[in-house]
């Protein structure tokens, strides 16, 4: 299926090098994806040249003269720059010039600009970040990592109904299981905010597993995680933080000796089938569900490889039609409710 | 310096079997700790003769009827069970038999009973339960794991406070910096809950050193990270099942072909040295802080090895006279405030 794809090309930590080469590479696998390089003209046209590329009909370029940066508040980021390549890649979507962007900019900016210029999906009161990590098992996607600090039950019920039909649709899951994050499988555990969305998770139609603590999120007992945007932040930055400590600790044990140093060399290919299964490279790419349009947010240190997963879960989503099963579901959950 | 410490040799996963000759290692390795062990007197006696031990001048026995379950109701088993193991280890604090005490049981049920038999330390309104975790630059402290579900600003400042306290006596570590767990480091990020602590914090005594995020407990940017119980029970869980994945996958690599397992008998050595490093059972022990008694809780699953761990941070709090420091922090605070 023959999908268009707009990509802010000036932001994230490498800007043009990562962007560019990652849509190159993309394209390149994919004949049917065509992608809108937004930002500067030179910048990415000499970026293109080096890898090879060219503009054409699969890749085009729109220029843009501002860049949103990696600090910048939000709000400001909205009002001041509207020629931004973060801000034009999501005019594009809203007025279906493409069918999903892509940015590895600031996120606050994005989820501004991305609520303001799209707006928000009948029924769904606030956008959520979801994300996709390895499990046991699989693959757990968990949310929202961070866009609400703060959360109603009706809130977590919103986003539970909106990743259960992402991974549907996406993943090809029929009726994906939905836990709630908590701290104690026990029904008594937990705060008024989780008790309550267990309620509602209960009475809807979601195949609700009930709760799940933190552990379950690499074990893979759900397909699903739901939890606020300050506990999933904190869970996926403890996350990064103990894998990187372990790979630290990983590499000092093989270069601590000579000895250790050749058991390293030895060992280097299980290692590397090791690093590969569990590379976060291959995970990146959250969604900014319940917006009227596909918006993925890469991390902003990704490199082309990573951030060419990002690319992918853009198309990924545009091609399954996330939204209008999103939009469907809840008209389906209204017209029940009236 | 010389102490007894009481053990509720029943609770937990393996009870005897594993409470009993943790005990016993440690009494051989520390001649200045004593024992008070908790439970049924002819299991305790059995286990003691299996490890070579037996009582004498430093390890005495208990003899009580009743075992809290590890599902068993809170509520329940502290106001039925009088003769359970763990009311009788935590009655020997309030008594001053001991010192300090340590519990694999039932997490909720230990820390209600120490709550009711001992009572808060003046100034503290909640006990919190805070454990040590490994980081690049040594150990963290991290604080509440699930004991308060909901905590409102003071009640961060008193675990920030607190652990402040028990890291400078039992680490011995001279104003140990503390964080607060947030979203973001900048000002404007997190909840009100979160924002109204930093004020506390900056406005008290304690070495603050701001907002942190979740990879700056393995980063070890600061000696202290304090948040509310739920977060903090989704940021050690979420660990548990991350480090357990990982540990998973790489047994699988290493066992994956003849090559690999070949690769694997090689590495063993530098493998070996990882996993010693990072072995979780090296930080068994949570200490229930905030209570009139020093009281120490064991994973519920902890082997014999582990189980020593907890009873030597038991040893440790004891000895550094952790209570002393917080009530008088306490005071000063008080007065400086009255």
Redesign the interface.
């Known amino acids: 299926m023959e999908v268009k794809v707009a990509i802010d090309c000036m932001g994230g930590d490498h800007g043009v090098h990562v962007t560019v080469p990652a849509a190159l590479t993309v394209a390149r696998a994919d004949r049917d994806a065509s992608f809108i390089l937004v930002g500067r003209q030179d910048a990415i046209e000499r970026e293109l040249k080096r890898h090879g590329g060219e503009p054409g009909a699969r890749i085009s370029i729109r220029h843009t003269s501002e860049i949103v940066e990696m600090d910048e508040s939000p709000v400001a980021a909205m009002r001041a720059k509207k020629d931004s390549s973060m801000r034009v890649a999501v005019n594009l979507v809203e007025q279906g010039e493409a069918a999903a962007c892509v940015s590895a900019g600031n996120t606050g900016a994005l989820m501004a600009i991305s609520r303001f210029v799209l707006g928000m999906l009948p029924g769904i009161d606030r956008p959520a970040i979801a994300t996709v990590l390895?499990?046991?098992k699989g693959r757990t996607y968990i949310l929202d990592l961070?866009a609400n600090?703060?959360c109603t039950p009706e809130h977590l019920l919103q986003f539970g109904i909106m990743c259960s039909e992402l991974v549907s649709s996406v993943e090809g899951k029929h009726r994906p299981t939905v836990g709630l994050?908590n701290?104690?499988a026990e029904d008594i555990?937990?705060?008024?905010q989780v008790k309550g969305a267990a309620e509602l998770m209960r009475a809807s139609d979601l195949n609700f597993h009930g709760y799940v603590?933190?552990?379950?999120?690499?074990?893979g007992t759900t397909d699903v995680v739901v939890?606020d945007?300050?506990?999933g932040?904190?869970?996926?930055?403890?996350?990064?933080?103990?894998?990187?400590?372990?790979a630290?600790?990983?590499r000092q044990?093989?270069s601590?000796s000579l000895?250790?140093r050749?058991?390293?060399l030895?060992?280097l290919?299980?290692?590397n089938?090791?690093k590969n299964?569990?590379d976060h490279r291959r995970y990146n790419g959250a969604s900014l569900l319940g917006l009227r349009g596909v918006v993925v947010k890469s991390h902003g240190s990704a490199d082309a490889f990573a951030f060419g997963f990002a690319i992918r879960r853009a198309l990924d989503e545009a091609r399954a039609g996330v939204l209008a099963h999103i939009t469907e579901r809840m008209a389906a959950i209204h017209k029940n409710a009236a």
Chains 1, 2 share one sequence.
């Not at 555990?189 to 008024?192: R, W």
């Not at 603590?213 to 074990?219: A, P, S």
């Not at 932040?233 to 372990?246: D, I, P, R």
């Open positions: 390895p499990s046991l961070g600090v703060s994050l701290i104690g555990k937990g705060n008024d603590e933190g552990d379950d999120i690499y074990k939890c945007g300050f506990v932040n904190v869970a996926l930055k403890t996350s990064e933080g103990l894998a990187q400590m372990l630290t600790y990983l044990e093989f601590r000895f250790s050749l058991a390293g030895v060992a290919p299980v290692i089938a090791f299964r569990v």
